[in-house]
């Protein structure tokens, strides 16, 4: 097992150089955050937060604040696994373990899964953070392009086929955010669900399925990738940070208990009981989906705008998927370097993500850039596009404004 921290020489470069959060600490005063991932303080449940732990603390005085913990922890895992039910994925005790958020869920699945030997499969563009957690472990990738369906997995199985007549290694482990993926706000189309776990079975590879944004749905949400798994190939990885408070760290993993056992073995945190306990407060005297309906109709709305004002401001020649559901609109930019188009941004007064965070390749994400609808309220979204639509008008190449 690797324990050493290192990253491939084009990403240690690219982030010594440019780390992605260095600026978003940084932003100018009053400028639009369309570059923030994360909810609006409207949308956080801040004041029934607050009641849950004045209940907490109020009926179990001290016990909450101790190593073992408040008896409601076990009443958090008993909700995750009667959601997961819901959404056609029966998970035994020995088959859930909550973590530290999404990223936790991760960072022990690619401790318990790889090696420094190991290949990990990964969407092209994916969630950062996921690419910083598997460098610490192996350097040995590949990366399936996403087209407006989601992973082309087509490509993979072309990229699969040909390793094997090789004789080259296969990936023993797929990362897919397959439901409103970071950054591009795709979903992977049920036939390519179907696909992907064909593709698993055949080529002997187990999927990592990352669902934060996957309760986000602006319409009926497909089915998870765990539930279609009859093979015991998906570790499914789920959050209540995007719906409920990114800041409480509240995730969870259900996968076969062969892998559940060793994820325990390595989750050395003691579980943080009272951020459990206030969770289970919470949802206690919540309508989760109740709750989810409030935040989806927001997200809608926003996302809307969002759409509707890069109609009206960005030039004809920049391109973007529409998602279903999520945070995140991908915008391409024809012949710009979205990386230093963003300091022309900043000074007109907003802010986005350059693509380039999000590949392996950063070359290949130079022309890219990623919006968020769940920060900024709507009539913030509009003046962000609006000057965002001017910065970029400046700077596209003649040839590339006439397509």
């Keep these: 097992m690797k324990t050493d921290f290192h990253f491939s020489k084009d990403i240690e470069m690219a982030f010594k150089n440019d780390p992605p959060g260095q600026w978003l600490s940084t932003l100018p005063p009053g400028c639009l955050r369309l570059s923030s991932g994360y909810p609006a303080p409207a949308l956080v449940p801040s004041e029934k937060i607050k009641l849950a732990v004045a209940r907490l603390l109020d009926e179990e005085r001290d016990l909450p604040l101790h190593y073992l913990g408040s008896p409601r922890v076990p009443q958090l895992k008993e909700f995750l696994r009667q959601r997961m039910a819901q959404r056609g994925v029966a998970a035994s005790d020995s088959e859930l373990i909550v973590t530290s958020g999404a990223c936790q869920a991760i960072d022990l699945i690619a401790r318990v899964i790889l090696d420094d030997e190991a290949v990990v499969a990964v969407e092209s563009p994916t969630y950062m953070e996921a690419l910083e957690i598997f460098q610490n472990y192996t350097e040995h990738y590949l990366a399936i392009p996403i087209d407006e369906n989601g992973l082309q997995t087509e490509l993979l199985a072309d990229m699969l086929a040909d390793r094997k007549e090789k004789g080259q290694p296969l990936p023993r482990l797929l990362y897919t955010i397959p439901t409103y993926q970071n950054p591009t706000g795709t979903t992977l189309s049920p036939e390519r669900r179907k696909h992907v776990l064909a593709l698993a079975e055949q080529y002997d ?93 927001a997200y809608e709305s926003k996302c809307a705008t969002m759409l509707s004002a890069l109609e009206e401001f960005l030039p004809p020649a920049v391109s973007w998927f529409v998602p279903k559901g999520g945070y995140f609109v991908w915008v391409k930019i024809p012949g710009v370097d979205t990386s230093k188009l963003l300091p022309e941004a900043l000074a007109a007064g907003v802010s986005f993500v350059p693509g380039k965070y999000f590949f392996l390749n950063q070359q290949d994400g130079l022309e890219y850039l990623r919006l968020s609808f769940s920060y900024a309220n709507e009539e913030e979204i509009v003046k962000g596009v609006e000057l965002l639509g001017q910065v970029a008008g400046v700077n596209i190449p003649a040839a590339e404004d006439k397509e």
């Design 205 to 297: 590879f187990l999927i990592l399925e990352d669902d934060a944004y996957g309760e986000l749905g602006f319409y009926d949400s497909p089915s998870l990738l765990k539930a279609l798994d009859t093979n015991n190939r998906v570790m499914y990885v789920g959050s209540l940070s995007k719906v409920v408070a990114p800041g409480m760290r509240i995730g969870w993993v259900v996968a076969d208990s062969r892998i559940i056992d060793p994820l325990n073995w390595f989750k050395k945190d003691l579980s943080h009981p009272f951020d459990q306990a206030t969770m289970a407060s919470f949802l206690e005297t919540t309508d989760f989906d109740e709750h989810l309906k409030f935040l989806t109709n």
